[in-house]
């Protein structure tokens, strides 16, 4: 038993805590490679999940969940003072500075509207309603939501740009 409980904490030494099956299957993972290896110099994961039978997903999964977490702030290039984090690789497309700085711009914009204008504009562009239905709704004429419209949207492109 004791023997057991050594083993377990030395396997079990991470820091993230991973089910019991994924870890199974992430060493049965390893085993089916390094035999893969022996055999043949180009393993992969569609070669290991066709070997035991499971989906390349499952695969890449379980590797990727007995992998040692890397820290963010890991330098990953260092050549005369200057440093690269790992951190200043990561590059996401929704969530990067210059969308930041868009949102807070739109949001102040939006701010400054009536109103009447921010409703046209929400009925309009996030319930996609017609100015036809939005007439209807607000209670005035297709043509005064129409030039609301266009005003609502001039002063929003004023205030950002």
Same mark, same amino acid.
């Given at each position: 038993?004791?023997?057991?409980?050594?083993?377990?904490?030395?396997? $079990?030494?991470n820091s993230l805590r991973v089910s019991r099956s994924i870890r199974d299957t992430a060493y049965q993972i390893l085993k089916v490679r390094e035999k893969l290896e022996r055999a $043949?110099?180009?393993?992969?994961?569609?070669?290991?999940?066709?070997?035991?039978?499971?989906?390349?997903?499952?695969?890449?999964?379980?590797? $990727?969940?007995?992998? $040692?977490?890397?820290s963010l702030y890991e330098p990953v290039y260092n050549k005369s003072g200057d440093t690269l984090l790992l951190m200043d690789q990561i590059f996401?497309?929704?969530?990067?500075?210059?969308?930041?700085?868009?949102?807070?711009a739109l949001y102040e914009a939006i701010n400054r509207l009536e109103q009447r204008e921010k409703t046209i504009l929400f009925l309009r562009y996030f319930e996609g309603k017609t100015q036809t239905e939005i007439s209807s709704e607000v209670g005035i004429s297709q043509a005064?939501?129409?030039?609301?419209?266009?005003?609502?949207?001039?002063?929003?492109?004023?205030?950002?740009?």
């Open positions: 038993m004791i023997l057991g409980e050594i083993k377990r904490y030395l396997r $079990d030494g $043949d110099e180009d393993v992969t994961y569609d070669k290991i999940a066709r070997e035991m039978n499971i989906a390349v997903s499952e695969v890449a999964y379980a590797l $990727d969940a007995i992998s $040692d977490p890397v996401d497309a929704k969530n990067n500075d210059e969308v930041w700085t868009e949102k807070a005064q939501v129409s030039r609301l419209e266009k005003t609502a949207l001039k002063r929003l492109k004023t205030c950002i740009s």
